[in-house]
């Protein structure tokens, strides 16, 4: 078998390490805003592809099953901005340098821009910054670099020391940030999940992955490998929500101390085991292939190709050729960075809610605005609405 020599020739194994979970690379994409008024709802949507809904069409996503739900418990139109997109990571105040990005596919792939960056371009969308009433948010998985959850080499315990590092202050600052650049709006965070779990399939395709992710050079049984990739992401699910919850809590806290009505509150998604990535319920994405091609991707290093089985990697793929086209003069080891960079790009779906994952956020939004819509100061220039009975579908 032939031996590939450049880096940039890595095998479809080694690729799913940037992919399979939270793509660590990004790019957006948004709906136009139009003017507002005393009836409309305006919906901000933030954060990174979990938010944006990687690999769904648009009435599958969970901001779009939100919209419809406060559209008819409302009885207002909602007009949704959507910055959040494919991998971004929070940033900082002024990491835009001021200078507005164009609008991109946020299926696509990219480093920029961060959710704060993201803060910029949607405060430069709207005539008044206080006609927004709802921010969905979320970040910091990819401050954190979704590789490290795929590496047997990290340990539970530095896992949950960079969950505690990237997901509290970081958090803390951007939603100061949010509550005070739009000072009428309510704001849901919403967590994360475990990729991988006890009901994950340890079949040759998953164990063959695990061999491929891991970057250490203490020698590991199979086992060894999915127990602690097991343990990494029952430790990232659990303490990234702990600190996205506590930050969410201590902003909140603090506007009400100010005499603010609340504002600001956390949306835990309860996945269960049975719901991770190549689990038998699974909520995730995955692989469009039988047993046998799997083992033929193992079999050839990667030769062999894989697809996805969300809805989107036709109109990705599209997306992904447009956004990396060849420049002029490119050089041999130029032309596999960017065709490994494409791959990339087209399995940019894997390990993201599917549609039943997608409802589950929903959900989790919904029982959180119940909360809000039952208190005083809900919506812009209108009373108290009863909270619905029937849940999102």
Known sequence: MKRIAHPAKCSILAALAAIIFISSLPAFGQSAQPAADNRQFNLLVLGDSIAWG???????????????????????????????????????????????????????????????????????????PAQVDLIIVDGCINDLDARRLLN????????????????????????TRLTTSFPQAHVIVTGYYPILSEKTSRDLFMRALAKKFYTGTERMKDKQL??????????????SNQMLAAAAGKIDAQLA????????????????????????QSRLWGFDASFLRKLLVVLTLGRVSLK???EQRNQRGTSCKATFKRP?????????????????????AIGHPNREGASMYAEAISRQLKVLISSP??????????APGNPIR
């Open 328 to 348: 002029a003069g490119e050089t041999g080891d130029q032309k596999r960075a960017r065709e490994n960079r494409i791959m990339l790009c087209r399995l940019a």
């Open 152 to 175: 047997a080499v990290n340990t539970p315990k530095g896992i949950r020391e960079s969950a505690e590092q990237k997901c509290g202050p970081p958090m803390e600052a951007l939603l």
């Open 54 to 128: 990687q690999g769904l069409r648009d009435e599958h996503k969970a901001w779009y099953q939100v919209k419809t739900w406060l559209a008819d418990t409302a009885g207002r139109k909602v007009f949704e901005r959507v910055e959040a997109h494919s991998g971004a990571v929070i940033g900082s105040p002024g990491d835009s340098a001021g200078n507005p990005d164009p609008p991109l596919d946020g299926e696509v792939n990219r480093t920029l821009p961060s959710v704060n960056h993201q803060i910029e371009n949607a405060l430069r969308s709207y005539a008044n």
């Open 308 to 310: 996805t089985n969300d």
């Open 226 to 239: 999915l127990a602690r990739l097991i343990e990494i992401s029952k430790e990232w699910y659990e303490g």
């Open 257 to 280: 101390a100010k005499g603010s009505r609340q504002r600001v509150l956390f949306a835990e998604v309860g996945f269960l085991p049975e719901y991770s990535f190549a689990a038998p």
């Open 377 to 386: 100061g809900w919506l812009r220039s209108m009373g108290v609405i009863a």
